[in-house]
């Protein structure tokens, strides 16, 4: 399903700043797990305002069936409205955190979608901090049948 919306801002680096927080990184990696614990427990609650405290401006989001979510304008226009997901629930299993600003995760997500529809699925996030600890990058990847 491709979903055509405009969620992009004029972006203000160069996309490369983006895959690399650098040796300045003043975050540790128990800090930014946690950083992500509260990305979905944020998200979970709908405090979309404490949700966008934890990403950088110039955040980009990769999800599957939008175009890349560009700067954090679109990502609270994004979870205020276009995100096709009512409420539920993320259950991290796993949360790895490479020292230098990556973090993986491994989960589940329950929920309701705005047309009624109930959802029970597998995911996986990569989240990249700027040397702030803000969440600059996330792409997202759903377990689902395609080939």
Do not use: C
Request: charged letters at 30%; hydrophobic letters at 35%.
């Amino acid at each position: 399903m491709t979903v055509a919306h405009d969620l992009s801002v004029p972006r203000t680096a160069d996309s490369s700043e983006h895959r690399d927080a650098g040796p300045e990184l003043r975050e540790t990696a128990p800090d930014l797990r946690e950083r992500v614990r509260q990305v979905y427990a944020r998200v979970d609650s709908g405090d979309i305002a404490g949700l966008l405290e934890l990403f950088s401006e110039d955040v980009v989001y990769d999800r599957p069936g939008y175009p890349p979510i560009v700067g954090s304008p679109a990502l609270e226009r994004f979870y205020r409205g276009i995100r096709v997901i009512r409420e539920g629930v993320h259950t991290p299993d796993a949360i790895v955190a490479d020292g230098d600003g990556g973090v993986a995760v491994q989960g589940s997500f329950r929920g309701v979608l705005k047309d009624g529809r109930t959802v029970d699925l597998r995911y996986a996030d990569f989240f990249r901090a700027a040397p702030d600890g803000r969440f600059r990058r996330r792409d997202t990847y759903f377990f689902a049948p395609m080939v």
